[in-house]
C-alpha cells in the first residue's frame, strides 16, 4: 500500500524545483556573459585583423611606389652608365690620340737634340786627343734571340769608337742602361772587337748628383753651356775603356 503524499512532502519538491530552476538559469546566464565576451573578443579581433588587411595594404601600395620609384632610378642610372662608358671611350681615344702625338714629338725633340750633340762630337773629343773620322746616327744591330741594339750617335777613328747616349733630361737609369750597352757592344758590332770603345752621355738637363755618377763611371759628359756643348769632364778625366 503506497504512502500517502504530504503537504510537507510537496512543498519540499517544489523548493527543490525552485533551486533547480535557479541554478539552471545561474548557468544559462554566465555561460551567455561567456558568449557576450567571446563574441566581444571576436568582433574585437575581426576589427583589429581588418586594421591590419588595411595597413598591409598601405604598406603594399607603398612598397609598389618605392619598387617604380626604383625601377626609374635604376633605369636613369643605367643610362648614365652607358653615357660615361661613351665619354670613358671618347676620351680613351683623345688619350690615345695625344699620347701618339707626343710620341712623334718625343721622337722629333730627340732627333733634335741628336742634330746639337752630332757636330759638337768632332770638336769636343778633337780637343781630348780623340780626333773623329766619322760620326754615325741612330746604329742598329741584332743578335739571334731577338736582341737589339741601338746606339744614337757613334763617334768613329782608326783604333778607337765612343758610343754617345743622347738624351733631353738624362737619368741615372739612363746611364746604367749605357754601361750595359757599352759592355754588349763587341756582341754586337764585332767589326770594332780590335778597337777601344769608350762611351759618353749628353743632355740638355742632367742633374748633378746623375753627372757625378757618369764621370765617376768613366764616361764623357756632354752639357749645354749657352749655345754651346762642352764636357762636364774635368783636363784630368780618364775615360773607361771596353
Excluded at 539552471?24 to 555561460?31: M, V
Excluded at 563574441?39 to 617604380?68: C, F, H, S, W
Excluded at 746616327?137 to 777613328?157: C, F, Q, S, Y
Excluded at 764616361?219 to 749657352?226: A, D, E, I, R
Aim: aromatic share 6%; proline share 2%.
Amino acid at each position: 500500500m503506497s504512502k500517502a503524499v504530504t503537504f510537507d512532502d510537496v512543498w519540499t519538491m517544489f523548493q527543490e524545483m525552485v533551486r533547480e530552476n535557479r541554478e539552471r538559469s545561474a548557468e544559462l546566464d554566465r555561460k551567455f556573459q561567456e558568449t557576450s565576451a567571446q563574441m566581444k573578443e571576436t568582433d574585437r579581433r575581426i576589427q583589429e585583423t581588418d586594421r591590419q588587411i588595411q595597413e598591409t595594404g598601405a604598406q603594399l601600395r607603398e612598397t609598389d611606389r618605392q619598387v617604380k620609384e626604383t625601377g626609374a632610378q635604376l633605369k636613369e642610372t643605367d643610362r648614365q652608365v652607358k653615357e660615361t662608358g661613351a665619354q670613358l671611350r671618347e676620351t680613351d681615344l683623345k688619350v690615345k690620340e695625344v699620347s701618339t702625338q707626343i710620341g712623334r714629338l718625343g721622337g722629333r725633340w730627340g732627333e733634335f737634340v741628336e742634330g746639337l750633340v752630332a757636330p759638337a762630337c768632332e770638336t769636343l773629343f778633337a780637343e781630348r786627343g780623340i780626333p773623329v773620322h766619322k760620326v754615325s746616327r741612330r746604329v742598329k744591330a741584332k743578335r739571334p734571340g731577338n736582341r737589339h741594339m741601338e746606339i744614337d750617335l757613334l763617334v768613329v777613328n782608326t783604333d778607337a769608337v765612343v758610343l754617345v747616349e743622347v738624351k733631353s733630361r738624362l737619368t741615372e737609369g739612363d746611364v746604367r742602361e749605357h754601361l750595359t750597352r757599352l759592355a754588349e757592344f763587341k756582341d754586337f758590332f764585332q767589326e770594332y772587337a780590335g778597337m777601344r770603345v769608350m762611351g759618353a752621355v749628353a743632355g740638355i738637363v742632367i742633374e748633378e748628383n746623375v753627372e757625378r755618377f757618369a764621370v765617376n763611371e768613366g764616361l764623357f759628359v756632354m752639357v749645354q753651356s749657352g749655345e754651346v756643348l762642352r764636357f762636364a769632364n774635368d783636363g784630368e778625366f780618364q775615360p773607361r775603356v771596353w
